[in-house]
């Protein structure tokens, strides 16, 4: 598709439709009149003159202020729901007589009329981007005001139907990459920060790095989500590791048999909640094992974002899960300074590796899903939880997130499927037999389940 051509077209449509919006609007449209333009927009039959409408009621929200923006949230939420007597009547008439046209009209009236508002909206030029934008600023607010919930789903549904897998190009970001996504690769790094160009480079060029995202011809240069690749001869332990290898000289690197995944970063904030991630790391795993035939091990280097505080926090409900020598040893974390005075006899390993592999492989949230967010990813793609790394990650952000720990997931292709299945029906973990030694015997007493 020519999506420059269409956005000219577009363009164009609405430059026409212009004429019929000052006739009827006049042409000093301040924003105090969005809601006579956003109710004219659900009504008006005009192509030329929905597509203006659709353009100058953007135009109009990109200059609200913040509290302004959150009013329009809840003009929209409310004068756009369905009509309470309009679905009881229509639900009458089905339980009366469930007929085809009877079900269809049901459906007609509890979709909510602010689907088709987006839809119309949707139509004016670059309007995706801003609506995905739209959706960010809305989750801002959804915090302070529950409220606008049933927006926030109408928005998502329809984002969801908008971005699907069909829609989604997968591209190689590599240096000649043009510097403007470049820099928002830096940007959106949300794993491991980048530090300048120069670290960029070293993540992007060599001949042992990979990097792709997902894209869409709507934003055709903002990526949605993106991972980066190191590949090699072993399965990596630390992200120390990965960050400061120095590159094969070229020429001279051994074929690789393994690729760690050791980032994935989603860029749009207005599209939360809406996966990317499972479809992007089956479709590298497909490309490169395509390219590069010597590669027979694909596995994550992936950062435990909330073991420390399910730890701290099962630590101070005096757990029988945590021993009186582990205790002990647990006390060295309350040193803000501990990684560097770390005694090899300090016995802190010994304690926080099977705790670890009791957060992984037994402890759950209230629904029964593993505790940790980047778990329940993985295991929900089909991969085995393969490794638990001691001191795999001793940045600051990573002592504060999981004292350290980093774990290995393995994408093994003849096994992915069985173990998605078995997760999605009926909650079982794969995971490798070293990491189910750690746990200690006998089983010890469960704390409460967390809420997610």
């Not at 980048?194 to 055709?220: E, I, K, N, T």
């Not at 774990?407 to 490798?432: C, K, P, Q, T």
Request: include cysteine.
């Amino acid at each position: 598709m020519n999506v420059s051509f269409l956005q000219e077209l577009l363009t164009s449509v609405a430059e026409r439709g212009r004429t019929f919006i000052d006739r009827s609007f006049g042409t000093q449209r301040p924003a105090s009149r969005l809601p006579e333009l956003l109710k004219a927009l659900v009504s008006v039959r005009g192509e030329a003159s929905g597509v203006a409408l659709a353009r100058e009621i953007l135009a109009l929200y990109g200059s609200l202020a913040t509290d302004a923006r959150h009013q329009f949230f809840v003009f929209l939420n409310g004068a756009f729901a369905p009509d309470p007597q309009g679905v009881k009547a229509a639900a009458a008439a089905y339980l009366a007589e469930p007929s085809e046209a009877a079900l269809a009209a049901l459906q007609a009236a509890t979709e909510s009329p602010r689907r088709e508002l987006f839809r119309r909206l949707n139509l004016a030029p670059g309007a995706t981007a801003r609506i995905v934008a739209m959706r960010h600023d809305l989750l801002d607010v959804l915090g302070s005001d529950p409220g606008l919930e049933p927006l926030d789903e109408d928005l998502r549904h329809l984002l969801s139907q908008w971005f699907n897998r069909g829609f989604l190009v997968l591209r190689r970001i590599d240096w000649l990459t043009p510097a403007n996504i470049l820099e928002k690769l830096m940007a959106y790094e949300a794993v491991h920060e980048m530090q300048g160009w120069d670290d960029l480079r070293r993540r992007l060029d060599p001949s042992d790095r990979r990097c792709f995202a997902f894209f869409h011809p709507s934003l055709v240069d903002e990526p949605l989500i993106f991972v980066e690749v190191a590949l090699g001869g072993e399965v990596a332990a630390s992200i120390q590791d990965v960050l400061t290898e120095e590159a094969q000289p070229t020429g001279t690197a051994v074929p690789p048999t393994t690729a760690v995944f050791y980032s994935i970063s989603n860029c749009q904030e207005g599209l939360k909640g809406i996966s990317f991630g499972n479809f992007l790391i089956k479709q590298v795993v497909e490309e490169l094992a395509r390219d590069l035939p010597s590669l027979k091990t694909f596995v994550t280097l992936s950062p435990v974002p909330g073991f420390a505080r399910w730890l701290a926090k099962t630590s101070a409900m005096n757990s029988e899960l945590i021993g009186k020598d582990d205790r002990v040893a647990l006390q060295l974390l309350q040193d803000p300074g501990w990684i560097e005075e770390l005694e090899d006899d300090s016995g802190l390993e010994g304690a926080l590796l099977p705790l670890a592999a009791y957060y992984f492989l037994q402890a759950r949230t209230r629904s029964g899903q593993p505790v940790d967010a980047v778990a329940r990813f993985h295991l929900g793609n089909g991969a085995r939880l393969e490794r638990i790394n001691w001191q795999g990650d001793i940045s600051h952000k990573g002592l504060a997130q999981s004292h350290g720990l980093m774990v290995n997931y393995l994408y093994d292709l003849r096994e992915i499927e069985r173990n998605h299945e078995a997760f999605a029906n009926g909650g079982a973990i794969a995971a490798s037999r070293a990491v189910r030694g750690l746990l200690k015997a006998p089983a010890r007493a469960n704390p409460p389940a967390e809420s997610t």
